[in-house]
Nanobody
Framework: QVQLVESGGGLVQAGGSLRLTCAAS????????VGWFRQAPGKEREFVAA????????YYADSVKGRCTISRDNAKNTVYLQMNSLKPEDTAVYYC?????????????????WGQGTQVTVSS
């Protein structure tokens, strides 16, 4: 199994930037595809971005494409989500999740392990 801890959330003004970090335990992190999801109050959890085991393939939701970049450093067992040009509608709890799969998927059901989440609040 793998344990995940998110960090880097906070309060930022519209147009600002944040970098979220997902830190994983163990030496097997490179065996997992990793996704970022978010959940706003009263809303369903939605896909944000995902990255393959090697980092060679990335995927983004249409709502964040062009504003967010997902990356990973397997030597540090860490995945990042760089978010720029933030909007109030980006306000949510952000979760990272790991999927022991050779294919990258965008549904919550596909992921095996989840972090506790980190709050992102974008003010106007």
């Amino acid at each position: 199994q793998v344990q995940l801890v998110e960090s880097g959330g906070g309060l930022v003004q519209a147009g600002g930037s944040l970098r979220l970090t997902c830190a994983a335990s163990g030496r097997t992190f490179s065996s997992y595809a990793v996704g970022w999801f978010r959940q706003a109050p009263g809303k369903e959890r939605e896909f944000v971005a995902a990255i393959s085991r090697s980092g060679g393939s990335t995927y983004y939701a249409d709502s964040v494409k062009g504003r967010c970049t997902i990356s990973r450093d397997n030597a540090k067992n860490t995945v990042y989500l760089q978010m720029n040009s933030l909007k109030p509608e980006d306000t949510a709890v952000y979760y990272c999740a790991a999927d022991f799969s050779r294919t990258v998927r965008t549904t919550t059901e596909a992921y095996d392990y989840w972090g506790q989440g980190t709050q992102v609040t974008v003010s106007s």
